[in-house]
């Protein structure tokens, strides 16, 4: 499943548009498939017989559970690479069966000497999960598309066995969101999500005892989900490039001169000086008497 999941991602990263990324708040609805992991099941066994200690046995049964949907409603802001986001999700199965551990069984014939002459029975019951999640998430441009990863935690409500009890929750989150728009964007995700252990409490009547459980066990699931996106911001303004210096001109050529017949150097659009006018010939001598 990770496999086609990292595929999927691939091919709608190649195929998606190069848009903008939208920085500001956002909303979506998600939904999918869900594939919920056996819940095996710890119990303090409350024989009903005073004669019968009471016993704590790890693993006494595991519930089978089959293929459902996961579904949720989110809201966050996108500050450009980071988003921080709330999720109210929903998930449901089918409870399939549930399964004695051949130990209990063994367990339970030495301690009230009664063969259990079926160890697996038919639930035909459901297990719901009401979620409320906190989730910080970290972007990344991968051609048009944005790549991103992260993780949450929350509280969750855990119907199973015909009991309910509420416990922390965590979960990673990996996904694709491609633009469609600058306001619209569709999505591919993938979410591990796992409580801290849920405590039930139910009385079950095996052979000719009856039986008392406290018992305590994880939920987890894996979920493949579809995204739809309603961004209301503006999209990021993208980085304006580093001016870049005009080389500077060449110095202008040196201007034309010429040298006059004085010596003296002057433009060449110039004109030189006139000559100054020769010196007046000597007086003549005077005649003498």
Same mark, same amino acid.
């Given at each position: 499943?990770?496999?086609?999941?990292?595929?999927?991602?691939?091919?709608?990263?190649?195929?998606?548009?190069?848009?903008?990324?939208?920085?500001?708040?956002?909303? !979506?609805?998600?939904? !999918?498939?869900?594939?919920?992991?056996?819940?095996?099941?710890?119990?303090?066994?409350?024989?009903?017989?005073?004669?019968?200690?009471?016993?704590?046995?790890?693993?006494?049964?595991?519930?089978?559970?089959?293929?459902?949907?996961?579904?949720?409603?989110?809201?966050?802001?996108?500050?450009?690479?980071?988003?921080?986001?709330?999720?109210?999700?929903?998930?449901?199965?089918?409870?399939? =069966?549930?399964?004695?551990?051949?130990?209990?069984?063994? #367990?339970?014939?030495?301690?009230?000497?009664?063969?259990?002459?079926?160890?697996?029975?038919?639930?035909?019951?459901?297990?719901?999960?009401?979620?409320?999640? +906190?989730?910080?998430?970290?972007?990344?441009?991968?051609?048009?598309?944005? +790549?991103?990863?992260?993780?949450?935690?929350?509280?969750?409500? +855990?119907?199973?066995? !015909?009991?309910?009890?509420? #416990?922390?929750?965590?979960?990673?989150?990996?996904?694709?969101?491609?633009?469609?728009?600058?306001?619209?964007?569709?999505?591919?995700?993938?979410?591990?999500?796992?409580?801290?252990?849920?405590?039930?409490?139910?009385?079950?009547?095996? #052979?000719?005892?009856?039986?008392?459980?406290?018992? =305590?066990?994880?939920?987890?699931?894996?979920?493949?989900?579809?995204?739809?996106?309603?961004?209301?911001?503006?999209?990021?303004?993208?980085?304006?490039?580093?001016?870049?210096?005009?080389?500077?001109?060449?110095?202008?050529?040196?201007?034309?001169?010429?040298?006059? %017949?004085?010596?003296?150097?002057?433009?060449?659009?110039?004109?030189? %000086?006139?000559?100054?006018?020769? %010196?007046?010939?000597?007086?003549?001598?005077?005649?003498?008497?």
């Amino acid at each position: 499943m990770k496999n086609y999941f990292l595929a999927a991602v691939a091919a709608a990263a190649i195929a998606s548009p190069a848009l903008a990324q939208t920085v500001g708040p956002y909303v !979506g609805i998600e939904g !999918g498939v869900m594939f919920p992991k056996d819940t095996n099941v710890n119990a303090n066994v409350n024989y009903m017989s005073p004669a019968i200690p009471d016993a704590t046995y790890k693993n006494v049964a595991t519930v089978n559970s089959k293929t459902g949907f996961d579904v949720d409603a989110i809201g966050g802001y996108d500050f450009g690479i980071f988003r921080l986001e709330g999720e109210l999700g929903y998930k449901r199965a089918k409870t399939d =069966s549930l399964q004695l551990n051949p130990s209990f069984v063994t #367990a339970y014939r030495d301690a009230t000497g009664v063969t259990l002459a079926n160890s697996n029975f038919d639930l035909n019951d459901k297990v719901t999960v009401l979620s409320g999640m +906190v989730n910080g998430l970290v972007d990344f441009e991968l051609g048009g598309a944005s +790549v991103y990863g992260g993780v949450g935690a929350g509280r969750a409500r +855990v119907k199973l066995l !015909g009991d309910s009890d509420n #416990a922390w929750a965590y979960q990673g989150i990996a996904g694709v969101r491609i633009p469609v728009t600058s306001s619209v964007g569709v999505g591919l995700k993938y979410r591990y999500f796992r409580t801290a252990k849920l405590n039930f409490n139910e009385n079950a009547t095996v #052979a000719d005892a009856g039986v008392g459980f406290a018992s =305590s066990n994880h939920f987890s699931s894996h979920s493949v989900l579809a995204s739809l996106i309603y961004n209301f911001g503006a999209p990021a303004a993208a980085m304006a490039p580093m001016p870049v210096a005009a080389p500077a001109p060449p110095p202008p050529p040196p201007p034309a001169t010429q040298t006059c %017949p004085d010596g003296t150097v002057i433009m060449a659009t110039d004109i030189c %000086p006139a000559p100054p006018p020769p %010196p007046p010939p000597p007086a003549p001598a005077p005649e003498r008497g």
